[in-house]
């Protein structure tokens, strides 16, 4: 099965690149945050697993993460579109052992405007729809647009935790640039564009890839 793997670090706009490009090429999406939560939301055995683990406070196992993907595979996919993993090289490893990767594509983006985005997203409590205060606010301020809920903040994007966050981007993901150089499947976009020209820039790297040389 081929794979395309987007990464970057939290805000560069993966999980949107990612979502129009499977669109595009007719690959099944796999966002590995969103397949956790239905797993859990419909309380399968894997997902109950899943929901013990992150309650004792660990952190989600690879071998969970491995079997949670083989769950999530539609197998008439034509091929997939990775968001969210792999994080680690040792996640990489299992990546391409199983899957044939045909590309890998980072969004490079600073961390200073990484943080500005992260601290802007909004969220709606009643009926979860995603905001952004500088590139997607809602109409009314701080009011939904869908439900008229007043939006808010969601925990995980408090400054504390968006640092551990962008800490562990740097520790674990990062050297996935390395990696994936050596393969001959790295390519570099500037993640700071608006999302039409990356999703254009993204959508003709996959017809014509020229990799980054090792
Ligand atoms: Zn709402």
């Excluded at 993966?14 to 969103?34: F, P, R």
């Excluded at 009643?126 to 809602?138: D, E, F, G, R, V």
């Amino acid at each position: 099965m081929d794979a395309i793997v987007l990464f970057g670090i939290q805000g560069s706009g993966k999980g949107t690149q990612a979502l129009l490009l499977s669109k595009q090429i007719s690959y099944q999406h796999i966002n590995i945050g969103d397949a956790l939560r239905m797993q859990v939301s419909k309380q399968t055995a894997l997902g109950r697993e899943v929901q013990a683990v992150i309650e004792s406070g660990s952190l989600v196992e690879d071998d969970l993460i491995f079997r949670l993907l083989e769950q999530s595979l539609d197998p008439k996919a034509k091929g997939i579109v990775f968001d969210g993993f792999p994080r680690t090289i040792a996640q990489a490893e299992y990546l391409c052992k199983v899957y044939n990767v045909k590309l890998s594509i980072y969004l490079d983006l600073s961390e200073e405007e990484a943080l500005v985005r992260m601290s802007s997203r909004r969220v709606c409590p009643s009926c979860k729809a995603n905001y952004n205060l500088i590139s997607q606010a809602p109409v009314k301020e701080g009011i939904c647009d869908h439900c008229g809920t007043r939006i808010e903040q969601r925990k995980d994007d408090s400054p504390d935790a968006i640092h551990k966050r962008f800490e562990a981007f740097y520790q674990e993901t990062f050297p996935l640039i390395e990696f994936f150089k050596n393969l001959g499947v790295l390519q570099k976009v500037d993640a700071s564009l608006p999302i039409d020209t990356l999703a254009k820039q993204i959508y003709s790297l996959y017809y014509d890839p020229c990799p980054i040389e090792s």
